[in-house]
């Protein structure tokens, strides 16, 4: 294997395997992501996609296999590290407080501290209102009122905050688990724009999605999982929709093109 | 903000939907409060609740009454402005009357004088040992001992064993009840010195409860505590994804309650030169009632400290008024109640229409 940390791979999993108890979720996924790619993993519900992003993200810890990240080998403890060492995920879930503003939510558990009193430090409010600003005008990101609590933002506001937030530190590759499933027609578009902005400004990504005009207008690469296995890897100028569907379905196997990548 | 864009597409943006500070809301309660008496007290009394009438003192307003009033709210207010930090976190405290009432009996045992009058101190529990007339110091470092050792326990059962604050502080009341009878087996503890009498002398317990609301509000809005203190009230989950220590968060923040808890008893036993075990009964109740009222939701995430102040004034504006209109006090505590449920009503609804609206 040539030497990780010179070439532009910024992730890449060897033989990833996650069991529960005796249920295979995931086996000996190998997986990679090059600087600036945006890349697409599909799959039937159940097919190990969460999976495979709980296993990077150190959510859960993995059964076997090995990750590289930005250059070395990573073991993470948890969520924290991995983000720590610039892996941001948007949750499903959302992990937003409602009652806090747009700042304090990006911000959220890794305050700016203008002098430190342990947990009475004093914030730095000015700082992390001009970085906030700053990261939705990276994200294209548009909200109401910077100050107001996003209680009673539409779920499409909401979900670009949880993207801005991905934005505002110096993260190295970006994960959205299905960013827009809950979302309308027009707040699709405009979390779709951000999307763009952050391939424009050579971010790494990797996309869940089960929308395939989403995938095929924003990714580069796609990826399907089936029964917990990678069986298709395929860039996007050599497939279509039809295809991909076989694969997901299990109508076609991957064997023979994975062997040739 | 100015109407700043964004960069390219997007959603609307709206200026005018910025709401009110719900503290608005709650300070035109009181306003409107204090107009009513005022009226009531006009028409039907023929004299004024808020203005001096009297030409034998100066001053526009009635400063008697506007003293007490806030007098009378200074102690429970000390409680509420802990209250309040519990419940923004998403809990409640129910342990700081009890923990006012076993305080105060431990704290008094370490502030009493050892002659009265030329003879020994009948109550002097430490005669023997000596330890009488102690600078004041002694009996305050105690009190917040007391406290930071029951909010240490409410808030490590909370934040460890994961049972219901509402469990654990039920507990933690009956238990520091108990203490404060069993500590002079139900004996009042009386005669403090001069100094430790001092701390509560004319005003001074309002000043102690305006600094420590200030001092705390401050901290709420400017430290990494009190964003966190909103952060796990509005959604734990999402706190504990960003990495929030919330065990440890939770622990300070009952141990904060505790010490403003055992902040208060020396306030009251220093203005009643008497500790007793039953001080402080229901005290738990009227500062979460005073917490609510300024606009603090029970659900967690949303209220002020200066919200909760003007709750204590609305309290003592009622108290107050009510004595002013010659009512017996079983009037008061029914419109009490009624207010408290009032206010939770209202705090709903206004969210409903605010959720309406956006």
Known sequence: ?261 | MAQTSHGVGGLSYDAKKRAWPAEFNVFLALIILVVVFELIGRVFLGDSFLFNTRSDVGGLFNQARLQIIILQVSIVGIIAIGVTQVIITGGIDLSSGSIVGATAMIAMSFAQVATVNGNPNPKAMFLAQGWTDLPVIVPVLVAVGCGLIAGLINGSLIAYTRIPPFIATLGMMITARGIAKWWSKGQPISFPTDSFAAISTGSRPVVIFLALAVLFQLILTYTRYGKHCYAIGSNEDAARMSGIKIANHKILVYTIAGILASLAAVVLCSKNLTAQSGMGVMYELDAIAMAVIGGVSLSGGRGSIIGTVIGALIFGVIISGFTFLRLDAYYQEMVKGVIIVGAVVLDQWRQRMRALRA
């Not at chain 1, 993260?171 to 979302?183: G, Y």
């Not at chain 1, 724009?193 to 990714?219: W, Y």
């Open chain 1, 1 to 261: 294997m040539p030497d990780i940390s010179t070439t532009d791979i910024v992730l890449k999993t060897e033989n990833l395997t996650k069991r529960y108890g005796g249920v295979q979720a995931l086996e000996g996924a190998n997986f990679e992501l090059r600087k600036g790619e945006h890349v697409a993993i599909m799959g039937d519900n159940g097919a190990g996609k969460s999976t495979f992003v709980r296993q990077i993200t150190a959510v859960e810890q993995r059964t076997d296999g090995k990750i590289w990240f930005d250059g070395k080998e990573v073991n993470f403890n948890g969520p924290i590290e991995a983000r720590e060492a610039g892996i941001e995920t948007v949750f499903q879930n959302l992990a937003l407080a409602d009652d806090l503003d747009v700042p304090s939510n990006l911000f959220l558990g890794r305050e700016k501290v203008l002098f430190n009193l342990g947990p009475f430090s004093i914030l730095d409010r000015r700082y992390m209102r001009k970085a906030t600003e700053a990261a939705l005008v990276r994200t294209a990101v548009k909200i109401p009122n910077l100050s107001s609590t996003i209680r009673h933002m539409s779920g499409g506001q909401r979900q670009c905050v949880a993207i801005a937030r991905t934005a505002t530190f110096a993260s190295k590759l970006i994960i959205m688990d299905e960013p827009t499933a809950a979302l309308g027609v027009q707040e699709t578009a405009q979390v779709e724009n951000i999307i763009r902005t952050l391939k424009a400004n050579g971010e790494p990504l990797i996309l869940i999605s089960h929308n395939m005009r989403q995938v095929f207008d924003l990714c580069d690469r796609i990826v399907v999982f089936r029964r917990g296995r990678i069986v298709a890897n395929l860039r996007k100028e050599n497939t279509d929709g039809n295809d991909i569907v076989s694969y997901i379905t299990g109508a076609k196997t991957g064997e023979a093109e994975l062997a040739a990548a």
